[in-house]
T-cell receptor, first 114, second 114 residues
C-alpha cells in the first residue's frame, strides 16, 4: 500500500538556521503530496502542497518540490524562527472510490532555540 | 470562526462511561473524517463519510461508533473504552471531486480513559 517515510526527530536548530526535513513516499499512481504542521496543543494545519511532479509548494518561507524520480517531497526553509517550533507531517493523498484520504508520516518535531 | 470545530477539547472518562465527541464544519464540504493521533504512532484514519454515507471503516473496534446526521456534523460515540484508547481525536473535512483536495482539520479532542 501507499506509505510515507519522513526523517526521525527531534530536530533542534538555532534561530536563522537552514532547515531540511526529508520525506519519501511509496505510491501507485500519482498522488498529491502535502506538508501539515501541528503547533503545540493544536490540530493540523496545511502548510503547503503539490499536486503533480515538479510542482513546488511554498508558504511562510517553507518550500517543497514534488520529485517523482526520487519519490521525495523534502521540506526546506532558509531561516527558521522560534515560532516555527512544531511537529511537521508529510502526507500523500490516497484517492480510492472517490474519497480522498491522507496517509501520514510519523511526524518530525522541530524545536528552534533563540 | 475556525472552519472545523470540535467539542469537547478535553475529555476524561471511565472505562464504563458513554460519551460523544462532536465535530462541525463550516466550510460547505461534503466529506468528513475521524483520525486518531496517539504517541509514537502515525496518524490513523478511523472513518470517512462522503455525502453522509460511511465509505471507510479501518478496522476500528466497535466501541467507537461514528454518526453523520448531515454534511456539516460528525459525531464519535464512545463506550466501554480502554486506557489504550487515550489519544487526540481529530476531525477533518474536505470537498470531494478532483484531485489533491485539501483536508482541513479541527483542533482535536484530547481523550483520557481512566
Amino acid at each position: 500500500g501507499n506509505s510515507v517515510t519522513q526523517m526521525e526527530g527531534p530536530v533542534t536548530l538555532s534561530e536563522e538556521a537552514f532547515l531540511t526535513i526529508n520525506c519519501t513516499y511509496t505510491a501507485t499512481g500519482y498522488p498529491s503530496l502535502f506538508w501539515y504542521v501541528q503547533y503545540p496543543g493544536e490540530g493540523l494545519q496545511l502548510l503547503l502542497k503539490a499536486t503533480k511532479a515538479d510542482d513546488k509548494g511554498s508558504n511562510k518561507g517553507f518550500e517543497a518540490t514534488y520529485r517523482k524520480e526520487t519519490t521525495s517531497f523534502h521540506l526546506e526553509k532558509g531561516s527558521v524562527q522560534v515560532s516555527d517550533s512544531a511537529v511537521y507531517f508529510c502526507a500523500l493523498s490516497d484517492q480510492q472510490g472517490g474519497s480522498e484520504k491522507l496517509v501520514f508520516g510519523k511526524g518530525t518535531k522541530l524545536t528552534v532555540n533563540p | 470562526e475556525t472552519g472545523v470545530t470540535q467539542t469537547p477539547r478535553h475529555l476524561v472518562m471511565g472505562m464504563t462511561n458513554k460519551k460523544s465527541l462532536k465535530c462541525e464544519q463550516h466550510l460547505g464540504h461534503n466529506a468528513m473524517y475521524w483520525y486518531k493521533q496517539s504517541a509514537k504512532k502515525p496518524l490513523e484514519l478511523m472513518f470517512v463519510y462522503s455525502l453522509e454515507e460511511r465509505v471507510e471503516n479501518n478496522s476500528v473496534p466497535s466501541r467507537f461508533s461514528p454518526e453523520c446526521p448531515n454534511s456539516s456534523h460528525l459525531f464519535l460515540h464512545l463506550h466501554t473504552l480502554q486506557p489504550e484508547d487515550s489519544a487526540l481525536y481529530l476531525c477533518a473535512s474536505s470537498q470531494e471531486g478532483g484531485t489533491g483536495n485539501t483536508i482541513y482539520f479541527g483542533e482535536g479532542s484530547w481523550l483520557t480513559v481512566v
